[in-house]
């Protein structure tokens, strides 16, 4: 799909337009710091923008710069990311860190292609960063984004998907990216992606969500009684400094979750190296 110079025009006008009457003042946004940003952008991956926001300045708080967190011993890093879940997240931000501090002598990287070669970064993370730290005009897609485009350029094959009854997900990134690439406003990227991603988070209170008819939709399980309930609980157990070590009986019987899930949530984390195991007693592991 191409859209024309007038269109583009018209859609980053309605998209910024809205940015200035209702953008959102969320902090990451109020610095250029990439380690700053990188920190918003993984907590962001998989937890909602309300959640994240009280994390992310105690996270700040505790881990001002790459050096503090490289530094800082795993049981600590976990113990601050307590409340964001997928705690995998939280040991790539920190050997991300440790990377670029011992490897490239704290020079963060300066193209999206280093940055995505890091531990847990990903082709969005990194662009995303290269954006909205340096200003780069990259092309990225998540899940607001998404909505938006949908919305203004897929409507009419939503409409007929919906009216279909084979419930086909007909439209892909691979459709979409092209349009973002297309319509990305390069004078200011940064404020623009700020833009599609608030507009796109007020879409889904105001109609249906579009990426339910997009093919990369997926509905996220139940949380309670899932392996990462379990795996939460272990790892909030471990991370507390009181009681550095416990074994998985102690475990369930404080959270209330029945042993045969904390064993199988506790094999996956030790296999990962989150967590140990000496005998019957499980630790943070460094």
């Not at 300045?57 to 976990?78: G, H, I, R, Y």
């Not at 009681?243 to 045969?260: F, H, M, N, T, V």
Request: glycine share 6%.
């Amino acid at each position: 799909m191409t859209v024309t110079p007038a269109q583009i025009t018209e859609f980053q006008e309605t998209i910024l337009g809205n940015y200035q009457t209702n953008g959102r003042a969320l902090p990451w946004r109020q610095t250029s710091d990439p380690y700053e940003i990188l920190v918003s952008e993984i907590m962001l991956q998989q937890t909602q923008t309300e959640r994240t926001i009280g994390k992310y300045a105690e996270w700040l708080a505790a881990f001002p710069d790459m050096q503090t967190l490289a530094a800082a011993p795993l049981s600590l890093v976990l113990a601050r990311w307590n409340g964001l879940g997928y705690n995998r997240r939280a040991r790539f931000l920190q050997e991300t860190c440790k990377i670029i501090v011992k490897e490239r002598d704290g020079a963060f990287p300066q193209s999206a292609e280093e940055l995505d070669a890091l531990p847990g970064i990903g082709p969005y993370t990194a662009r995303a960063v290269m954006t909205f730290a340096f200003g780069k005009s990259e092309v990225f897609i998540e899940t607001n984004i998404r909505s938006v485009f949908l919305f203004f350029f897929f409507r009419d094959r939503l409409e007929e998907a919906a009216e279909s009854s084979s419930g086909q997900k007909p439209v892909h990134d691979a459709e979409i990216l092209p349009l973002i690439a297309q319509t990305v406003h390069a004078a200011n990227p940064r404020i623009w992606y700020y833009a599609l991603m608030d507009y796109g988070a007020a879409l889904k209170k105001a109609v249906v969500n579009p990426n339910r008819k997009s093919a990369h939709y997926a509905r996220q399980s139940r949380f309670d009684g899932s392996l990462r309930q379990a795996r939460g609980a272990i790892i909030r157990c471990l991370a507390k400094q009181s009681a550095p070590a416990a074994s998985l009986y102690e475990i369930a019987r404080q959270e209330d979750i029945d042993l045969g899930r904390l064993e199988k949530a506790a094999a996956a984390l030790v296999a990962e190296g989150l967590i140990a195991k000496a005998g019957d007693l499980y630790a943070i592991g460094e």
